[in-house]
């Protein structure tokens, strides 16, 4: 019989010390100094300014995770942190580690007093420009590969006009109609993350496409004159009652035939699997106040209350994946 070890409570126990460690080499900017190639760890600290003893803590830690590379004296990144962490042009997920770092983070500490007391701190609308910035931006940078995944896997040339209903910062849209040059599109959010959106859309060419428009989905009317909804991370924000309300409220603005497209980390039944999905409920919970990952059987179960029929669940990238409706 093997002997049974503390090590896997350890590593769980310890995993907030690689995530911080992580936040803090992004925020000096270690990887992009060594975006031109190996370094000393002086050449580091003349690049990011901090000083010799303290970034050798964190480029030693760094080394002990596996994301930078040490040789002799030298520092170079591993592939991953020179693909999405170093600002080289692709995927930039530096926006994410912010986000996790200064919003995510200090909200996770309510976590016991969020499950003990059965609700978060709902942050939403209450976010100072600083904070919605960082927030709209992060979430941004985690959603890109799930937007670039819905334009692709989902045909979007059936629709006239896309309604995205707390679409960020209008990401999924520019994905989409990237794709489709007759297609026209409504960003649907809160005041704050319109603010962004606008900021963002007026430097993407197919911001001209795209109406922003203002509003809370359960104090609002919804924009009028769609056939495609998309609601892309966004029912895990809300309560079960809440989906369904705005699963109905959706419902009561479009014709026969129109489409649902819900993105989200639908899980199984017991919401254990996939495992990252059961951890972002605690996000969704903290952050949300009232949200958690929900199944695609509580999903369908919603939609057939309110006027839709599921038609499909197909993958789209990492946890994420889309459920299709159509309006009956
Ligand atoms: C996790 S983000 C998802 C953003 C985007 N759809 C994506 O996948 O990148 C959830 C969004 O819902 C918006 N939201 C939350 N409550 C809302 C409400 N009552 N009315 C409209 N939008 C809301 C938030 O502002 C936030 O941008």
Not at 66 to 71: K, S, W
Not at 172 to 200: I, M, N, S, W, Y
Request: proline residues 5%; contains cysteine; hydrophobic residues 45%.
């Amino acid at each position: 019989m093997p002997a049974i070890t503390p090590e896997p409570i350890m590593k769980i126990a310890m995993g907030f010390m690689a995530a911080k460690h992580l936040f803090a080499a992004s925020e000096i900017r270690l990887f992009e100094a060594l975006a031109s190639g190996p370094a000393s760890l002086d050449e580091l600290a003349d690049r990011t300014g901090v000083p010799s003893r303290t970034l050798a803590i964190a480029a030693a830690a760094m080394v002990g995770l596996g994301l930078i590379e040490r040789d002799g004296d030298r520092y170079r990144n591993g592939d991953a942190v020179a693909a999405f962490l170093a600002g080289n042009p692709g995927a930039d997920l530096r926006p994410m580690l912010r986000f996790f770092d200064k919003i995510s983070y200090p909200t996770w500490q309510q976590l016991a007093a969020a499950v003990r007391s059965g609700q978060g701190q709902a942050q939403f609308g209450r976010f100072d420009k600083t904070e919605q910035q960082i927030f709209s931006a992060g979430v941004e940078a985690f959603s890109a590969p799930v937007a670039a995944a819905l334009a692709t896997s989902y045909d979007f040339g059936r629709h006239r006009r896309v309604l995205d209903v707390g679409g960020g910062t209008g990401s999924f849209l520019v994905a989409v109609l990237r794709r489709h040059d007759a297609l026209k599109g409504t960003l649907f959010e809160l005041p704050g993350a319109c603010a962004v959106a606008r900021q963002k859309l007026a430097n993407e060419p197919e911001g001209k496409r795209i109406d922003v428009v203002d509003g809370d989905v359960f104090k609002d009317p919804l924009p009028a004159g769609h056939d495609a909804l998309i609601v892309a991370n966004t029912v895990h924000v809300f309560s079960a009652a809440h989906n369904i309300e705005l699963m109905r409220k959706m419902r009561a603005g479009v014709e026969p035939g129109a489409r649902l497209l819900l993105a989200d980390l639908w899980t199984d039944p017991t919401h254990t699997q996939p495992p990252g999905a059961a951890l972002m409920s605690g996000e969704f919970l903290v952050i949300a106040g009232e949200g958690q990952a929900y199944s695609e059987e509580e999903a369908g179960e919603w939609l057939g209350q309110t006027g839709w029929r599921k038609l499909e669940r197909r993958p789209l990238a990492g946890l994420a994946s889309l459920i299709v409706a159509e309006a009956v």
